[in-house]
């Protein structure tokens, strides 16, 4: 295998309970990973104790409101309550020794155009920008079906307009598959990739069944083209970290199993010699 200076996470479920986050992490380190990407707006006492319990690390937080109240609705109270979301995750991340935030930072919708969302989320990032640079938190975007930002190099035009090195992108490979090929949205974005998200994706799924049921398919047994994705990481030089976050769960099978499977084949995926 090839060694490579790129640790797995795991990201936590949404809207996990208080009671559960010890156990979560307990799971998490027991199946091998290394750290885990916690969410805006948790527990931050029992977080700290899981954390400094299991001896993980906390790389990324992921905002917890981007999707309610997204930073491109046409309200202004919406978008101040996601910036005020924003501004929470921020800060957990600092006390959680994070270095990033993923942020969705727009939804397009029938209501909201293509250039509004664009306007909106960039003026509502650039408040929290002066918290991100006193926090030493970077913001990273992240690539899903928002129907936003659709090309990679609309992607760096979005990024370098911030002129601000606490900008940057979290890259979901899964969720490029269906309309590009990961490697060369890793290409074009290079040193602005922050962190990974590692999820598998079928063409044949998709087509044959519905849209998002190409997500329903196993690690490596995808169209994601793992040898491809290694060499497009290796070629920009990427050291940082890669968090699962697989969208299938087989029946029949418990937590602490479906971990294990998910960081064996992160370690094949991970491991993988680039072609």
Same mark, same amino acid.
């Not at 003026?123 to 938190?137: M, Q, T, Y």
């Not at 090195?165 to 979290?170: K, R, S």
């Given at each position: ?20 986050? $010890? ?37 990324? *937080? ?14 202004? $109270? ?15 991340? &600092? ?5 990033? *935030?993923?942020?969705?930072?727009? *939804? ?64 979901? *490979? ?9 490697? &060369? ?51 920009? $030089? ?16 418990? &937590? ?20």
């Amino acid at each position: 295998m090839t060694r490579r200076n790129i640790r797995k996470a795991m990201m936590l479920p949404a809207a996990l309970p208080t009671a559960a986050i $010890a156990g979560r992490f307990r799971l998490i380190k027991a199946a091998g990973f290394e750290g885990l990407e916690a969410r805006g707006g948790m527990n931050q006492e029992a977080v700290l104790k899981a954390r400094d319990e299991t001896g993980l690390l906390i790389p990324s *937080v992921c905002c917890e409101t981007h999707w309610t109240h997204p930073l491109s609705d046409p309200d202004p $109270a919406v978008r101040a309550k996601g910036l005020a979301g924003l501004e929470t995750a921020l800060r957990d991340a &600092q006390v959680y020794g994070a270095t990033s *935030v993923l942020l969705v930072p727009a *939804v397009v919708t029938e209501q909201v155009s293509y250039d509004a969302a664009y306007a909106r989320s960039q003026a509502e990032i650039r408040k929290a920008l002066p918290s991100a640079e006193k926090l030493g938190v970077k913001i990273a975007i992240e690539n899903v079906w928002n129907r936003f930002l659709l090309s990679p190099l609309e992607a760096v035009r979005y990024v370098d307009e911030f002129s601000s090195p606490m900008v940057g992108w979290h890259f979901d *490979v899964g969720n490029v598959v269906t309309y590009g090929w990961p490697e &060369q949205w890793i290409r074009t974005l290079g040193k602005r990739i922050l962190k990974l998200h590692i999820k598998e994706y079928s063409r044949q799924k998709q087509e044959n069944e519905a849209f998002k049921k190409g997500f329903d398919v196993e690690y490596l047994q995808g169209d994601n083209d793992w040898p491809a994705v290694m060499k497009a990481l290796d070629e920009i $030089a990427y050291q940082g970290w890669a968090i699962a976050e697989p969208a299938f769960h087989p029946s029949g099978i418990g &937590q602490a199993e479906r971990l294990r499977q998910i960081a064996g084949k992160m370690d094949v995926i991970l491991g993988m010699a680039g072609r």
